[in-house]
Every structure is written in structure tokens, then in C-alpha cells.
């Protein structure tokens, strides 16, 4: 791969169509070739957007290209193969929409109007709770009998049994609880749920959002031999200044009661960050100050979706229960989302 990958223009396609997509390609092979390779923020927004516009993971993904080295062609392919085979027009006309500044077609800005239109799933109250509280619960987000269909899609793709408890510690499921699952159609439909996108286009008050490609996780039961796995209290956001606006979600794909390892924040904490980030003493590192005292697990039922402000301090919780705790995580963003960059 030759050193100037940045000169791969956007709009620069191949079989696909999708602008970016060989840019992408390029600056992650000049990296697997051992270039330095500027990682701007346009750039960061539009490989974010690109993947998830095509319902491809970002891990997953640079996985891939930096363990396969494949060639632009080949990585198409692939990323037919992680759509079944087909990309409806429709998507890429979206994506080529926005990466190229152009007005969205009649068909794409109806659906959009749909969405501002559809009744709205997040009450006055629940609106109310959010702002003292930095998240949300969504009940029946998708059906249960949908959210059934997705377990058991975890469970066949764990290769374990919900009747078999020693099954559940037989090998690794991934990153700690963390399954790098994504592409299976019963997620694919929740990710499309009418509900979910109503519930997110309320929050960020636009329906024009993009849906990330996020994991499952499987967090089962603690037992003497298997202690909880993690993650605790984090932020999966940058603590430098600015600050802005942003969400993540999960998906409770099966009956989660306060014990069985359920999502945890810390409420409210979305109001204070910037102060208690300023006013910590001099060298502090506030990803180390232990705050799960502070800490709520947040029980709720199979088909109920949890949104929180991520500046919420934000976690699994050990698995106290007699049954695994099963999620799929997601998240919707508007194209103009500020992220910063200048991590600490």
C-alpha cells in the first residue's frame, strides 16, 4: 500500500457505489503497512457513518482489513457478505447523500417525515425523568416475543443452553462479557424498530439518525470458579472539554431483575460532570475515583430498552441472579454529532 492513502477521495468508488468506503479501506491498510496515517475528526465521523450506514461493526471491521490486508474488491465482497448478499439502494443513496452534501431524495425524506410524525413513545413524565436523571427506560421496545427470538439467537450463537447451566462456563464468550455478535436478522429488526428510533429522535429532537452496529453481551451468573467480568463504572466518552450532547442504549433480551447483572448508572451524574471534573484536585485521574456507591442498577423486562446521557458513569453489575443477563447494545446519532477527540 502506497504512503499517500489520503489522497483516496471520498467520492472515489468501486462495484458498491458508497463513497468513503475506499478511503476506509486505504488509510487502514497504510496502517497495517506501518504508515503514520492522520486520523482527523472528519475523517473518524465519516468511517463511523460509512460502517454503520452499511451495518458494519468498526472493530469488526478494522479486524478484518488489518489481519487480511484484502484488496478493495475483495473487501467489498465482504461487506456484501455481512449484508446478505444485497444493499438496498435506498441505503446507499442516504449514505452518498450525506458524504457527498446533497439534499436527501423524495423517498428518504419521507421516511424521515414519518418518523417526526409517528406518536410520540417517550411521555412528558419520561421526558421529565430523563433531564433529572440522564436516562430513560422504554418499555416494550420491541415485542417479546421479538426479544425472545434474540436470545435464543445468543444462545445458538454461544453454542450453550438457557437449560444448561454448566454450559454457560464451558469457553470464552469474548471480551469479557462481551460478544462480537452482529449481524443476525432478529438484531437487525431491533435496530429498525419504529419505537426505538421514534424514542432516540425524541431525545436528540431530529428523526435524521444513524444506527450504530454495537455487540451483544452475555453476563452470566457469578460462581466461586467465574467472578463478574466487567465493565464497571466507566465513560465510553472523552473527559476533555468540550463537552456535548450524546446517547447510548441497550436492549434487554430477557427478564433482567436488579440482581441479574443489571445496567447500573449513576443518576443525575449527567448535570454535574463538567464541575466535579473541574473542581477534582490537580493530577487526578477521574477515571479512578471509585464511584459505585453512587451507583443504581436499573431493573427492567425483555423487550425494554435503556438510554442514558453518556456522560452518565455507566456499567455491567456482577450477576447475583440464577440466570444470565442477555443484551444487545445500540444507539442512534445525528450525522453533525460532536465527539471529541483529545482523549483522556
Not at 182 to 199: D, F, G, T, V, W
Request: glycine letters at 8%; proline letters at 8%; aromatic letters at 12%.
Amino acid at each position: 500500500m502506497p504512503e499517500p492513502a489520503t489522497q483516496v477521495s471520498s467520492t472515489e468508488t468501486g462495484q458498491l457505489g458508497v463513497y468513503h468506503l475506499k478511503r476506509f479501506w486505504a488509510r487502514m491498510l497504510a496502517k497495517r503497512a506501518g504508515w503514520a496515517v492522520e486520523n482527523t475528526a472528519s475523517d473518524w465521523r465519516h468511517d463511523n457513518l460509512v460502517l454503520n450506514g452499511l451495518g458494519l461493526a468498526l472493530e469488526e471491521s478494522m479486524r478484518y482489513l488489518m489481519q487480511t490486508g484484502p484488496d478493495f474488491s475483495e473487501f467489498e465482497r465482504w461487506v456484501l457478505h455481512k449484508n446478505g448478499g444485497t444493499l438496498p439502494p435506498l441505503q446507499i443513496e442516504r449514505l452518498n447523500s450525506v458524504l457527498s452534501a446533497q439534499p436527501y431524495g423524495e423517498e428518504l425524506q419521507a421516511n424521515l417525515r414519518a418518523i417526526a410524525e409517528a406518536e410520540n413513545v417517550l411521555s412528558a413524565d419520561d421526558l421529565a425523568f430523563w433531564a433529572e436523571n440522564g436516562y430513560v427506560v422504554l418499555r416494550g421496545a420491541i415485542s417479546g416475543e421479538q426479544a425472545r427470538a434474540t436470545e435464543q439467537a445468543v444462545w445458538e450463537a454461544l453454542g450453550m443452553s438457557p437449560h444448561e447451566p454448566a454450559s454457560w462456563y464451558e469457553k470464552p464468550i469474548g471480551k469479557g462479557i462481551m460478544m462480537d455478535f452482529y449481524h443476525h436478522p432478529a438484531l437487525l429488526e431491533n435496530r429498525r424498530s419504529a419505537r426505538i428510533q421514534k424514542a432516540f429522535a425524541q431525545l436528540w429532537q431530529t428523526p435524521d439518525l444513524w444506527t450504530t452496529t454495537d455487540r451483544t453481551s452475555f453476563n452470566p451468573p457469578e460462581t466461586a470458579g467465574y467472578p463478574f467480568q466487567g465493565p464497571h463504572l466507566h465513560w465510553d466518552m472523552s473527559l476533555h472539554p468540550p463537552f456535548h450532547f450524546g446517547t447510548q442504549g441497550l436492549l434487554y433480551l430477557c427478564d433482567t431483575p436488579a440482581e441479574q447483572g443489571a445496567f447500573c448508572c449513576v443518576p443525575g451524574f449527567h448535570r454535574h460532570l463538567p464541575s466535579w471534573l473541574a473542581n477534582l484536585p490537580a493530577g487526578t485521574d477521574p477515571r479512578q475515583i471509585d464511584l459505585t456507591p453512587q451507583a443504581v442498577p436499573i431493573a427492567a423486562q425483555a423487550g425494554d430498552l435503556i438510554i442514558w446521557h453518556h456522560f452518565l458513569p455507566h456499567g455491567s453489575s456482577p450477576n447475583r441472579g440464577t440466570y444470565p443477563r442477555i443484551v444487545q447494545y445500540l444507539n442512534l446519532y445525528p450525522v453533525d454529532f460532536k465527539e471529541n477527540m483529545d482523549w483522556l
